[in-house]
C-alpha cells in the first residue's frame, strides 16, 4: 500500500481493521468541522459502496473518531487504525482534510480491510502550489478547474495560481478577449470559495509589466508598448513571448497596471497577489531607451516593481514577483518592501542552484518554482520534470524557501492535455511535503496505482518512454510556419524518426494492454494518450517528408499525411473540449491548415 506524499512517520502493526458497515464517522464534541467528515463519508460510498453515519459525541469500539489535538501543528495529523478502531487526531481543520486525504488514498487501495498502523504526518513547507497557466491557448472550463482542486488538495498541496494575461474578462477591454471564451468574475468568485473549502488558498496573478501580447496590440493600450514597431501585424505564437513590455517612461503604464491589479484584487480571499513582472525583454530598447541610458535598465525594473509591490501592499495584500530578471542583481531585492516573495523559477533537469543561493544570501523571501515539463509537447516530458522538480524541491528545503510552486506553462498553444501534467504535479506534491525522496521508479509505481488504479503499477513509466520520440516537436512545427526554420531538416535529425516512431508504436500497443489493469473511471484518459502518441509520430513523418521533399534530405517519404493530419485533429478537438473552452483551439487549427495545405502543395 502506498500513500503520497509520503508520511514523516509510519510504522505498520499486527492485524487488519475492519471498516464495517456499521460503523460511524463520530465526530468529537468540541470539534466543529463537518465539510471534512461528509468528504470522507462520500468517499467511502464511493470506494466501499456503503457510507457510515456522521454524528457528534462518544464513540463505541470500531468507530472513526475525529478528534482535535490543540498540542498538534496546525497541518499536522496522526492516524493510529488498530483492530477496535481508528483515531484520527489533528491540530487543526487543515490537519483533519490530510488525515482523510490519507485515509481516502488508503481505501482506493485496500478497500474495507485496512492494515493497522500509526502515521504521524506534517508539511515540511508551508506553501505548496501548483501554477497553471490559462492564458496561452487554453481557457479551461469550471469544472476541469474544480476537478483540479480536488486533485490539489488529494496530494495534500494548499496553493493554486491560474496565470493571466488577458484571459479574464477586464472592464473595457472588449477589444483584448474579443475573441476569446475569458473566465468572468464570476468564475473566479466561485473557484475561489471552492477552493477555500479544501484548504487551496486561490492567488491571484496577472502580468503588469512584460508578457501583454494581446493587450498592447489593440489600438487602445498600444500606446503603452515599449516597442510597438517589432509587434507583427498577423498573430504568431512565438511573438507572444517577446516585444511585449510597458513602457515605464509613459506615466500611463503605471497606472494601467495598477488598474488591473484593482479591478483583479477584490474576487480572491487569498492575502497574496502575484504581480508577475518577468520576462521584461524590451525594456530599455524602445521608447525608455533614453530613460535606461540615463539611470539604467535594472534601475527602470526595479522602480516600476517596487511601486506596483507597495499598491499591493497599500491593499492588504503581499505581493509575489516572477524572480528571473532580478536573479541577475539578487542585492537589490533589499530595497523592495521586505515581505515580497520572489518566485525563483528554473526548469532544467540538472538545474543549478546558483539562484536560490544567490537570492538567499540576499535575504530574499522565495518560492522556488520548478516545472511539471508539458509546454510545447505532445506529452509532458515526464523524467526530465522529475529531475527538475526533485532538484528544485531539494533547494527549497536547503534554503529555507517559504514555498514551492510547481509550474505548468502553455507556450505556443497549450497543446498537451492538462491531466498529461498529472505526474509531475504529484512530484511537486511529494517532495514539498517530504524532503525525502523517492526514486524516479518508486514514485512513479505509487502514482500509478494511487492516481490511475493501474494494478501493474507501469502506467506512468509506460507514458515516461515518450519522452524522446518527439523529433518534430511542436516548437519547430511553429518555427518552421512562423520563419521557415529548418533546424529539423538535417541527416542526423531524421535519422532519429524511424528509432522514435518505434518506440510510439510499442507504446500504443502497450497502453492498449493496460486497459485491464487501470480502474473504469480512470480508463477515459487513454484515448487522449493514444491521439497524442499519434500527433507525436504523425509529425515526425511530416516533419521527414518536408526535409525530403523541399531540403533534399534522406527520409522516408509518407503519402496522405495531410489528411491523416485532418482527422488527426479532428480527434485532438474532441479531447480539448472534454476540459478546456473554445480559447484559442482556432490558433491551433490554422497551423493545422496551413500544414495540410503545404503536404497537399508536395503531393502528401
Known amino acids: 500500500m502506498y500513500i503520497l506524499p509520503v508520511p514523516q512517520h509510519w510504522e505498520e502493526k499486527e492485524g487488519l481493521f475492519l471498516l464495517d458497515y456499521h460503523y460511524k464517522i463520530v465526530v468529537e464534541a468540541t470539534v466543529t468541522v463537518y465539510e471534512y467528515a461528509k468528504l470522507l463519508q462520500e468517499d467511502l460510498k464511493k470506494q466501499l459502496g456503503y457510507a457510515p453515519a456522521i454524528t457528534r459525541g462518544e464513540s463505541s469500539a470500531g468507530d472513526i473518531l475525529l478528534v482535535h489535538n490543540s498540542s498538534l501543528l496546525e497541518e499536522e495529523y496522526h492516524l493510529d487504525i488498530c483492530t477496535e478502531g481508528l483515531h484520527l487526531k489533528f491540530g487543526s481543520e487543515k490537519g483533519l482534510l490530510y488525515g482523510v486525504q490519507t485515509l481516502r488514498q488508503m481505501v482506493s487501495q485496500v478497500g474495507a480491510l485496512l492494515p493497522c498502523c500509526e502515521i504521524k504526518d506534517y508539511p515540511n513547507i508551508a506553501n505548496r502550489g501548483y501554477y497553471f497557466d490559462v492564458t496561452r491557448g487554453r481557457i479551461p472550463t469550471m469544472e476541469s478547474l474544480k476537478a483540479l482542486a480536488d486533485k490539489l488538495s488529494y496530494y495534500k498541496m494548499n496553493q ?19 475573441d476569446d471564451t475569458p473566465l468572468t468574475a464570476q468564475d473566479i468568485m466561485e473557484l475561489d470559495a471552492y477552493c477555500r473549502g479544501l484548504n487551496i488558498e486561490l492567488v491571484p496573478s496577472v502580468s503588469t509589466f512584460g508578457h501583454l501580447y494581446k493587450v498592447l496590440n489593440t489600438k487602445t493600450y498600444g500606446v503603452f508598448c515599449e516597442a510597438p514597431e517589432l509587434v507583427k501585424e ?63 535598465i535594472h534601475r527602470l525594473y526595479l522602480d516600476f516593481v517596487k511601486e506596483l509591490c507597495e499598491f499591493v501592499i497599500e491593499k492588504g495584500k503581499r505581493p509575489m514577483f516572477w524572480g528571473d530578471v532580478i536573479a541577475g542583481f539578487p542585492e537589490t531585492i533589499r530595497e523592495l518592501p521586505k515581505d515580497v516573495i520572489c518566485l525563483n523559477w528554473g526548469y532544467a533537469a540538472e538545474q543549478r542552484e546558483n539562484e536560490t543561493k544567490a537570492l538567499f544570501d540576499a535575504g530574499a523571501v522565495q518560492y522556488v518554482c520548478p516545472g511539471v515539463g508539458g509546454w510545447n509537447q505532445f506529452i509532458n516530458l515526464i523524467e526530465c520534470s522529475y529531475h527538475n522538480i526533485t532538484k528544485m524541491c531539494s533547494y527549497a528545503h536547503k534554503y529555507q524557501a517559504l514555498g514551492v510552486l510547481n509550474t505548468d506553462w502553455g507556450d505556443f498553444g497549450h497543446i498537451n492535455h492538462p491531466e498529461f501534467s498529472t505526474t509531475g504535479l504529484i512530484y511537486g506534491a511529494a517532495f514539498s511535503w517530504n524532503q525525502k525522496q523517492l526514486t524516479f521508479s518508486d514514485i512513479n509505481r505509487q502514482i500509478s496505482c494511487i492516481e490511475y488504479g493501474d494494478n501493474s503499477e507501469r502506467f506512468v513509466d509506460r507514458i515516461a518512454t515518450s519522452g524522446s520520440t518527439s523529433v518534430f516537436d511542436w516548437w519547430h512545427v511553429v518555427m518552421y510556419k512562423e520563419y521557415g526554420n529548418t533546424d529539423f531538416a538535417t541527416e542526423e535529425t531524421m535519422v532519429r524518426v524511424s528509432a522514435a516512431n518505434e518506440v510510439l508504436h510499442k507504446l500504443k500497443r502497450e497502453l492498449y494492454e493496460g486497459i485491464v489493469f487501470m ?84 503531393g502528401c
Open 519 to 602: 480502474k473504469p473511471e480512470k480508463r477515459g484518459l487513454l484515448k487522449a494518450y493514444l491521439v497524442a502518441v499519434n500527433g507525436i509520430e504523425l509529425f515526425n513523418n511530416i516533419g521527414a517528408t518536408i526535409a525530403h521533399a523541399k531540403y533534399g534530405i534522406n527520409g522516408e517519404v509518407k503519402k496522405d499525411l495531410a489528411k491523416e493530419l485532418e482527422y488527426w485533429f479532428y480527434d485532438y478537438k474532441e479531447i480539448w473540449r472534454t476540459d478546456s473552452r473554445e480559447s484559442e483551439l482556432y490558433r491551433l487549427q490554422e497551423v493545422i491548415i496551413w500544414y495540410g495545405d503545404l503536404l497537399r502543395n508536395l
Open 160 to 178: 493554486l495560481q491560474l496565470y493571466i494575461e488577458h484571459s479574464y474578462l477586464f472592464k473595457n477591454q472588449s477589444e483584448v478577449w474579443r
Open 234 to 296: 498577423e498573430f504568431s505564437f512565438n511573438d507572444r513571448m517577446h516585444h511585449h513590455t510597458l513602457d515605464v517612461s509613459n506615466k500611463g503604464s503605471i497606472e494601467f497596471a495598477k488598474k488591473q491589479i484593482e479591478e483583479f484584487l477584490p474576487l480572491f480571499t487569498s492575502e497574496h497577489f502575484n504581480i508577475c513582472a518577468d520576462e521584461t525583454f524590451d525594456l530599455g530598447k524602445g521608447k525608455s531607451r533614453e530613460l535606461a541610458e540615463n539611470k539604467g
